[in-house]
């Protein structure tokens, strides 16, 4: 069974610095990876989409980085904002799964907080 | 498009009641989600639907759950009896192919069972 693991679950940065989210996950046979952000009370929105082929994707200050065979993938905020603070999810898609590739399995989240 | 609609955004019941949440996804959207969030669990699905037909509902906890898509433009899920573990933020999402690379989520629904 896939687990997605986040670690620190909390992280607190002063506003201005670069920061590095974590993500873990145990079966390395994935689809796709997806980064999500979740603001209080909203739903997630996504954020970043890596494929298993691939090992980065960039949207603007943000870039996620794939390590299949580790089974790691990391978030990167440049230039941190008040307006970033929210949770981010990591969500793994496997390869293989009962009823077809649709199931994510997401992690618990990292709430990001940035001190003005 | 006002994308995925769910209601209401706040539910407070006592045990034993019975508990629909509603939710209208984005016009055009094949695929149908429904999650719970909790803080020990995380996010987890419990059902989906392909073109109002259930797909895999092997996240549902228990018999108490059902979900139903009676057309494109509306599903319900419905917890009868509801129990204070039941207690999460249910989300909807759709999106217009099975492949998450275009999942739209609705805001939730906070459902507290006393």
């Known amino acids: 069974k896939q687990e997605v693991t986040q670690i620190p679950a909390a992280l607190s940065v002063p506003e201005g610095e670069n920061l590095v989210l974590n993500c873990s996950f145990t079966?390395?046979?994935?689809?796709?990876l997806q980064w999500f952000r979740q603001d209080p009370g909203k739903g997630l929105t996504s954020l970043l989409l890596?494929?298993?082929?691939?090992r980065e994707q960039t949207s603007g200050r943000l870039n996620a980085s794939l390590d299949k065979s580790s089974g790691r993938s990391t978030l990167y905020i440049a230039a941190s904002q008040p307006g970033d603070s929210a949770t981010y999810l990591c969500?793994?898609?496997?390869?293989?799964?009962?009823?077809?590739?649709?199931?994510?399995?997401f992690g618990t989240g990292t709430r990001l907080t940035i001190i003005p | 498009d006002a994308g995925v609609i769910q209601s209401p955004r706040h539910e407070v019941t006592e045990m034993g009641q019975e508990v629909t949440l509603r939710c209208k996804p984005i016009?055009?959207?094949?695929?149908l989600f429904w999650y719970r969030q909790t803080m020990m669990r995380g996010l987890e699905l419990l059902i989906y639907?392909?073109?109002?037909?259930?797909?895999?509902d092997s996240g549902m906890p228990e018999d108490r759950f059902s979900a139903k898509m009676p057309n494109a433009s509306f599903s319900t899920l419905k917890i009868q009896p509801s129990e204070p573990r039941d207690s999460a933020v249910y989300f909807c999402?759709?999106?217009?192919?099975?492949?998450?690379?275009?999942?739209?989520f609705g805001s939730g629904t906070q459902l507290s069972v006393l």
């Open positions: 999402a759709s999106s217009p192919t099975g492949n998450n690379e275009k999942l739209f």
């Open positions: 969500a793994v898609r496997l390869i293989f799964s009962n009823f077809g590739n649709e199931k994510l399995t």
């Open positions: 016009s055009g959207h094949d695929y």
């Open positions: 639907f392909n073109n109002n037909v259930p797909i895999d």
């Open positions: 890596i494929q298993s082929s691939q």
């Open positions: 079966d390395s046979a994935i689809y796709n």
